[in-house]
C-alpha cells in the first residue's frame, strides 16, 4: 500500500522542524518532528553555501527522489522530515546517502537524536 506524501511548504512548518529531532550525517541533517496533520510530509533546504543554482537543484532532485523511495516505508508517521544539504551531498553516492538515510530514520524513530545546538542570537 502506498503512502501519501505531502510537501511542507511554509516557513512556520520548517521552523517547527527544526525545534524537533536532529540527526546529522556527511550528506545531510535529517530533521524530525511530529505534527498535527497525523500525515507524512517532507521538506528540502539546500542553502546557497552549497553552490550555484544548478548545483542546488540537482541536490534537491536527489533529495526528492531520497526521500519519495525511504518515507513511505520508514518515515515516521504523522512527522514532518525536513532534509538539509550538506556541503560534499551531491557528490556522494545514491547507494550511500540511501543507507545514511535508512541510518537517520531508525536513530529518529528510536528517539536518539544528536545533542542541541547552541541557540542562535535573535535577529535584529
Known sequence: MAMKLSVLSR???FLAA????RIARPGFVLLARPNEAGAIRFGITVTKKIGN???RNRMKRRFRELLRDALPAEG???HDHVLIGR???VERDFAL???ELTAALS???QGKGDPPRKPRPPRK
Not at 18 to 21: C, F, I, K, T, V
Open 97 to 99: 546517502l540511501r543507507a
Open 107 to 109: 536513530r529518529a524513530a
Open 87 to 89: 556541503e560534499g551531498g
Open 11 to 13: 516557513r512556520a512548518d
Open 53 to 55: 543554482a544548478v548545483v
Open 18 to 21: 527544526n525545534r524537533g529531532l
Open 76 to 78: 515516521l508517521p504523522g
